[in-house]
């Protein structure tokens, strides 16, 4: 949409609104910060308009989208058309209601609205609605694709974090079911596809891997999220769960395994490991299932022949030469713990095939996973966690395996083998479980409930296993429901008590963390 070409089709001809803008000298370009008078009284006259469900945006930056614009009005309800006049720094907005206008305005007068960085105006329009052609396909794909974005997105009382969206060209990217470890090459071929990537910065953060990925533009974040947003990186794992971040500009300091500048490619290392070569990367395969067909190691690059394998055949793999599956976990509240306990915690992030508590130090013990991917996985979610009142800590073991007693030595009971379990609950390629696997948290998700058990029965279950029930919600079937616990712990305690719980006639419940809260 450029210049007034556009503004007869969008807008009711001969307000006076209108006939301001084709105006030459009106002087409200984006340069002018009302320094003329004229541009002072016009805009008096035009801010005693009454309330209106189209609102007038002024000095928007030349580079402004549609996108940006739109975004300023997600917060706060539908966005039902827009109108931007290019040449004049301009756009019309109209709301779904007046109300989510009068929210809009009462919102702006007490924090200004950016774009970009700059500051722009917003008040009601004289309009009361934009008619616009409805042949403008283009506009109406982008309100289209942005409503997608709310209905899926944050909810709309957040109105800071969908403002960040008018402006931003960086999103902030978390990984749900990281059952396989995520490089920052991944995401860098992933993101490419929708723009520039220019910076990427890896962490973690409440035991989950997160990254920031800046693109050249905001519309390419844009697009970007609307793509990805909930899509998995490998079959049946790794979602990508992607917002907008605050920041508008990443400054990276070093070119590494954790933080990737690509247009400073002269930066030196620091202390991660140095990146991998750009051809290697290429050398991935592709699998038709997943966004990516490379796993690449747990804790640094493979050879690209192996992650093919890899991908093709789905298999674990052990990381890098020297890691294995097996992880060590000390200072354990020896009073209470026990290898079944530890199976249970553990085998929510993969399939324990042995437990040892160590006879002479019994505060710690080894746990070894089915593979390397496992133990990462567990040990990323589980280290720091409280468990029986005592902070826990989970390291990778040096041992690869973990011995079980010589035969006729009875050792207390410190040593089991689970490697049969019928509990495991990753044995199936492909099983549901792989896509919910969640830090540890208060809210916990049942499942397999007996017809006949009420909530009354659930809570009074959970309230014995020592903790308090916040609240709780049966699923529309009531096999599965959600349970709020008061603390972390006291969901950790309940899981391991509860979990494969015999709940009469032979079955058995389910318990998991879960994502959401009641």
Known sequence: MDGISDVAVGVKRGSD???????PNSGMSSSSDGASNGSDSKKLRVEEAPPSRVLHIRKLPNEASETEVIALGLPFGKVTNILTLKGKNQAFLEMGTEEAAITMINYYTTVTPHIRNIPIFIQYSNH?????????????????AVSAVQSGGSPSSDVQDALAAASSPVLRIIIDNMFYPVTLDVLQQIFSKFGTVMKIITFTKNNQFQALLQFSDPVNAQQAKLALDGQNIYNSCCTLRIDF????????????????DYTRPELPAGDGQPSLDSTVAAAFSKDSNSLLGKIPGALSPLSAAAAAAAAAGRVALAGQTGSSGVLLVSNLNEEMVTPQSLFT????????????ILYNKKD??????????QAQLAMSHLNGQKVYGKIIRVTL??????????????????????????????????SKNFQNIFPPSATLHLSNIPQDVTEDDLRLLFSNAGGTVKAFKFFQDRKMALIQMSTVEEAIQALIDLHNYNMGGNQHLRVSFSKSTI
């Open 128 to 144: 009361k609605e934009l008619k616009t052609d409805a042949g403008n396909q283009r506009t109406q794909a982008v309100l289209q």
């Open 345 to 356: 915690l553990f085998g929510v992030y993969g399939d324990v095939q042995r437990v040892k």
């Open 397 to 430: 073991s040096k041992h690869q395996t973990v011995a079980l007693p010589r035969d006729g030595l009875d050792d207390q009971g410190l040593t089991k083998d689970f490697a049969n379990s019928p509990l495991h609950r990753f044995k199936k390629p492909g």
């Open 364 to 373: 710690s013990a080894l746990i070894q996973m089915s593979d390397a991917n």
């Open 245 to 260: 971040s605050k920041l508008v500009n990443l400054n990276v300091k070093y070119n590494n395994d954790k933080s990737r």
């Open 17 to 23: 609104e209108l006939s301001m803008y084709n105006s």
